[in-house]
């Protein structure tokens, strides 16, 4: 009983921690991990097992493929499509929809969704659909598609392991099938047709109104008289504390592009650069600077902030980005990664004042300048996703034959896995190795490809809900719901399983909602004398659900900036789709995986 008491109580708070969201979801894991361990809970030895647990292993393989897959470029070659033929919104939300559900199917959710979001957004721009219309869809897509395959989605792996631990055999690859693929194409379908009407319209913007980067840019003139001239850009700050953001500089000609703090000024230097009114007119008086124009129509400024090798990009941070809860400053930006950050816009909502002091949220919308050569880079070290249309791949050396290997290793091992030659996690993991002998993508790239959080989380969570299972603490949750079978019967316990998994599911990580309930159901269908199976398949289906809340999966959130959605938008096509998985799943787990 002391045991259960701990595991409960570590558990709660871990829940707890998940929903308020201050302490990122890996440390929130690996703490109550360690909590249980130093209680006795769990054996030292058993502490890290899960980080060698098959799920865990398939998932950082899939990872790796993933990325060698976005960064080929052959995908894209499925969503060209997508921009031709009829403006129609249905259909365009029913194409990238289909595509962005049959690549999740077989790669990470978060991957599919990375390679369909600037496409999503090409798409919108081009046909002067609002991004509100197309983005959330295409999140939902990401989330139906995993429930087709074993690999589709962590929580599948999850269910997997329980059945072994119940000393059954794992799932098959395909086992999530029958049920997904007639769930699928009618939450796509009722979607296409119906659902993108209930979402709110965004009013459609160009990429440069969003931000609007014309109505913060000047140009200013180092005058002969002007006391800048011989200072170093960072005394705008140090000195006259101004929060101006110098550009570029246009001297004799030239551009010096995102200049450093120490640069010094020169009389007859041309400065673009971005501030507020009140800071510009202090900028005027205090230094003795002149204002050449602000916003006039001659003032090109886009042509100033890029050229072939730099570029102006917009991406969202993901929920693993470094910079979420820190500052421009204490990043330090532009040192260390060579980025100067121009605009900043928050769930549609830009930011152009006070950018040294702004810190940053999951969803953020950023627009940044920095050199071409290194935006790969970038993007992998920040933890952001590109929202213009990539420009940067693989480095293939002109060997352009070697940009459709990772597709054909990955069918390979999706044919080893489908006919039981190999375990999953032996067959993707061979793959992803696979990919750096063959020289497709470095060892840099294959260690970047992996979103370690969710690797830290899924090892910490994996003997947390081992230890509710040996502590008894899921046949005691099991026995609670046992009494309800007295009034319903075990078909509609399948229902009740889901929708407990489905609330949970939209208030943490979808992960973390199947390795609390993989135990409980499997301990309640022993109670009740039953398979497991349904009660299993029900969790699966029921953790890929997370379609009320943007805080239930990483895909929601992500869409959340670009899409401009808020927060209570997400129910009004979730529950419909909530609905229609819950009424219809069920039956349908119990047709395929009787009782």
Request: aromatic share 8%; hydrophobic share 50%.
């Amino acid at each position: 009983m002391y045991h259960q008491i701990i595991v409960f109580i570590v558990l709660g708070a871990t829940f707890f921690f998940f929903i308020d969201g201050r302490i990122r979801y890996e440390f929130v894991g690996l703490s109550g991990l360690l909590i249980l361990t130093i209680a006795g809970v769990i054996t030292p030895e058993e502490a890290f097992t899960g980080f060698s647990h098959p799920a865990v292993i398939t998932v950082a393989s899939v990872l790796v493929i993933s990325s060698a897959l976005i960064k080929s470029g052959v995908v894209e070659h499925l969503v060209i499509f997508l921009n031709k033929g009829s403006h129609r919104v249905s259909l365009k939300v029913l194409g990238l929809m289909i595509v962005t559900a049959s690549l999740s199917a077989f790669m990470n959710n978060v991957g599919a969704l990375a390679l369909i979001l600037p496409i999503g957004l090409r798409v919108a721009k081009d046909s002067k659909i609002s991004p509100s219309s197309l983005l959330m869809p295409v999140s939902f897509a990401s989330l139906f598609g995993g429930m087709i395959t074993s690999i589709g989605t962590p929580p599948n792996l999850i269910v997997s392991a329980f059945r072994v631990q119940g000393g059954g055999e794992p799932f098959d690859f395909f086992d999530f099938a029958p049920v997904a693929m007639i769930l699928v194409p009618i939450g796509i379908g009722f979607t296409s047709l119906l659902g993108w009407r209930v979402i709110p319209k965004r009013k459609f913007q160009e990429e440069k109104d969003k931000f609007n980067i014309e109505g913060y840019l000047s140009e200013v003139v180092v005058t002969d008289s002007s006391k800048m001239v011989g200072r170093p850009l960072k005394d705008f700050y140090g000195v006259y504390k101004l929060e101006v953001n110098v550009l570029s500089i246009i001297r004799d000609g030239r551009k010096i592009l995102a200049p450093r703090g120490k640069d010094r000024l020169l009389a007859g230097d041309i400065l673009i650069i971005k501030s507020v009114p009140t800071e510009l007119t202090d900028l005027v008086k205090r230094t003795g600077m002149t204002l050449k124009g602000s916003k006039p129509e001659v003032l090109e400024s886009e042509p100033y902030l890029k050229y072939d090798e730099v570029a102006l990009v917009e991406v969202v941070l993901r929920e693993d980005s470094l910079l979420i809860g820190r500052t421009v400053l204490e990043v330090r930006l532009r040192n260390r990664f060579n980025v100067n950050l121009i605009a900043v816009s928050r769930k549609g909502t830009s930011s152009v004042e006070r950018l040294k002091s702004f810190r940053f949220k999951s969803g953020d919308i950023l627009l940044m300048q920095a050199p071409v050569s290194i935006l790969e880079d970038i993007y992998s070290k920040l933890g952001c996703l590109p929202l213009a249309e990539r420009g940067v791949g693989i480095d293939l050396g002109g060997r352009e034959n070697k940009r459709y290997l990772p597709l054909i290793i990955f069918l390979i091992s999706i044919i080893i896995t489908g006919l039981g030659l190999l375990p999953v996690q032996v067959s993707f993991s061979i793959a992803a190795v696979s990919l750096v002998i063959f020289n497709i993508i470095s060892p840099r790239v294959f260690y970047d490809a992996i979103e370690w959080p969710t690797i830290i989380m899924l090892g910490s969570l994996l003997p947390m809900g081992a230890a509710l299972q040996s502590s008894g603490g899921s046949d005691t949750i099991a026995k609670l719901l046992v009494k309800l079978s007295t009034i319903f019967s075990p078909s509609l316990m399948i229902v009740v399983v889901m929708l407990l998994t489905m609330i949970l599911t939209n208030l943490i990580s979808n992960s973390a909602a199947a390795v609390l309930m993989a135990p409980i159901s499997f301990s309640l269908a022993n109670f009740m004398g039953v398979s497991s199976d349904p009660f299993l398949m029900s969790v699966a289906v029921a953790s890929s659900s997370a379609f009320m809340t943007p805080i239930g999966h990483q895909s929601n959130m992500l869409v959340m900036g670009p899409g401009g959605y808020k927060f209570t938008d997400y129910w009004k096509l979730g529950l419909p789709l909530s609905i229609i998985v819950l009424t219809l799943g069920a039956p349908l787990i119990l047709y395929f995986w009787p009782l």
